[in-house]
């Protein structure tokens, strides 16, 4: 977290109040997938920038707590060089403490508040700021931007999140209704405990919107929604300051830095497959950033997570599907495949969105990743699967065009399907005899009910899991690992459960299918 103001006394009243909240409940430790630095350099390259290479990429993050997603960004670069800032100093030495007892190596954190900042950092290939430019006063936002121009290397990608206008529009309205009632209430759990009262006021004094409209209750329940931290820290902060989109870029251009795409390109009007986002385009053929605000109207936007380059760099708008030959594909390993017809179409869907295809080399492509995921391999190496699977004779150069040509689309258009990277993931398909989990994961299994994996994303774990990550640091074979988990239910650490919920062991072959589904998760590394 980070802040700023005008006036000396004023600002730090502000900062006062800032870190008061946010040292009292702390936002937890979390990976934020958008903010890979493999995916920024992917969609970096896909527009024409040679963005640098990961494995021992410079990455500067802005606001980054206690460093989780710095952490993790770590379980996969081991060789980068990794820099986190926050202005909170009890966040900053809980992060440090963190990743000493997880043997974490390669990150440095500080606590700075970045009006203080200067020049000092030095320069980075890839800058992320999660959850920082909305929630600090407008001087601050200016200083964010002017630093990440400063430290943003010639071919580096800045990742920036901000709330969004018009989408934020209405709840304001609920957020400063919450801010009225909550005058005069410091502590952060009253705050959050009034707050959550107070909307159940407004629901029960409007059960039809009222004034508002019926989207008022959908806005209601949005924020009932949230847990404790996104609601004290999200909508109850001292500074919520949403932005038009084409505002937010034209402030970053008097920095020097250039708009290059969504962090989820698939949210974007420019890859985006929808009807408003075809609306859009239509309605401004020639002027992307004013594509993307008619898209943001037409889908009342509350969040971007927007890219930057340094003005000048080579960027593309038409991506060359060549650039494929020279990068990784996997296929999320939460993705489900389902054939609607036998020779026809294969669906492949995950919680939140499905792809369809009939295309045969697309078909076989991801079918052929599915059975190898999480890993990611080489675009050569998919294409030799494909035409061994499709017969030889079916092999012609139109078919590999048109499967780098839906590759490419389904990465920009689909969100978590397919992904496209520019170096290999450390992870497994199977589990080895004697299986490893990650430092950081082992570390946050025993203190967290979500633990990171190497796709840069959160996996929830249950009891059980919790309990067998911290072991699997390669020392420990099948059977070994059985009888530590024989013992931990002996002592009750863990309790297994019946299918008619009453006390029981485990079933033959639990431990292989727990493994499997570690391996699947993206939780197990070679």
């Given amino acids: ?32 997938r958008q903010t890979d630095p493999d995916r920024l350099a992917s969609i970096a390259r896909l527009h024409g920038i040679a963005a640098p290479a990961v494995e021992r990429c410079r990455v500067l993050e802005i606001g980054c707590a206690v460093g989780g997603n710095l952490a993790s960004m770590a379980m996969m670069l081991p060789q980068a060089r990794l820099v986190g800032i926050d202005l909170s100093q009890p966040q900053i030495e809980q992060g440090r403490a963190a990743m000493s007892a997880a043997g974490v190596e390669n990150v440095q954190l500080a606590a700075l508040d970045l009006m203080d900042i200067g020049t000092s950092l030095g320069t980075f290939d890839y800058i992320v700021a999660h959850g920082v430019f909305s929630w600090i006063s407008s001087d601050a936002q200016d200083e964010l931007l002017a630093i990440i121009a400063r430290c943003l290397a010639p071919n580096g990608v800045a990742y920036v999140s901000y709330n969004t206008r018009p989408g934020w529009q209405q709840l304001s309205v609920l957020r400063d209704a919450m801010l009225f009632e909550l005058r005069g209430v410091k502590e952060s759990r009253e705050r959050i405990r009034r707050g959550r009262e107070y909307l159940a006021w407004l629901r029960a004094s409007l059960p039809d919107g009222g004034a508002y409209g019926p989207r008022f209750l959908d806005d209601v329940a949005t924020i009932e929604a949230a847990n404790d931290e996104e609601l004290l820290h999200d909508y109850l902060a001292p500074f919520n300051l949403p932005i038009h989109f084409h505002k937010m870029i034209a402030r970053a251009a008097r920095h020097g830095l250039s708009y290059l795409c969504d962090a989820e390109p698939s949210l974007s009007a420019d890859h985006s497959l929808s009807e408003h986002a075809e609306r859009a385009r239509e309605r401004s053929p020639t002027e992307l950033v004013f594509a993307e605000q008619h898209f943001d109207f037409l889908s009342n936007r509350r969040f971007r997570r927007t890219l930057f380059c340094r003005r000048g760099a080579t960027l593309t708008r038409t991506i060359d599907p060549r650039l494929v030959d020279g990068m990784f594909v996997s296929l999320d390993g939460r993705v489900e495949a389902t054939e609607l017809s036998p020779g026809g179409a294969v669906t492949f869907r995950n919680a939140d969105n499905e792809l369809t295809t009939d295309h045969p080399w697309m078909k076989a492509a991801l079918l052929h990743l599915g059975s190898v995921s999480p890993r990611a391999l080489p675009f050569a190496e998919l294409l030799d699967a494909v035409r061994a699977q499709l017969g030889a004779t079916s092999a012609t150069q139109h078919d590999a065009d048109e499967l780098r040509e839906n590759l490419v689309a389904a990465f920009l258009s689909t969100s978590g399907i397919v992904t496209l990277r520019t170096h290999p993931l450390p992870c497994v398909s199977e589990p080895s005899e004697r299986p490893v989990a990650s430092r950081w994961a082992r570390y946050l ?8 994996n190497v796709e840069h994303g959160m996996v929830r774990v249950d009891p059980l899991i919790a309990r067998l990550l911290p072991l699997l640091d390669g020392t420990r074979d099948r059977p070994a ?17 019946t299918p008619d919920g009453r006390p029981g062991k485990p079933a033959p072959g639990a431990m292989d299918g ?4 570690l391996a699947r998760s993206a939780l197990l590394v070679g």
Avoid: F, N, Q, W
């Avoid at 700023?4 to 870190?19: K, S």
């Avoid at 059985?482 to 863990?494: F, S």
């Fill in 1 to 32: 977290m980070t802040s700023g103001g005008t006036d000396d006394r004023a600002r730090d009243r502000e900062v006062e109040e800032i870190l008061r909240s946010y040292d009292e409940v702390r936002y937890p430790s979390v990976a934020y």
């Fill in 514 to 517: 727990a493994l499997r589904g």
């Fill in 445 to 452: 299994a025993s203190h967290a009910g979500k633990v990171p």
């Fill in 481 to 497: 690992l059985e009888r530590e988990l024989a013992a931990m239910i002996e002592r009750g650490d863990v309790v297994m459960r």
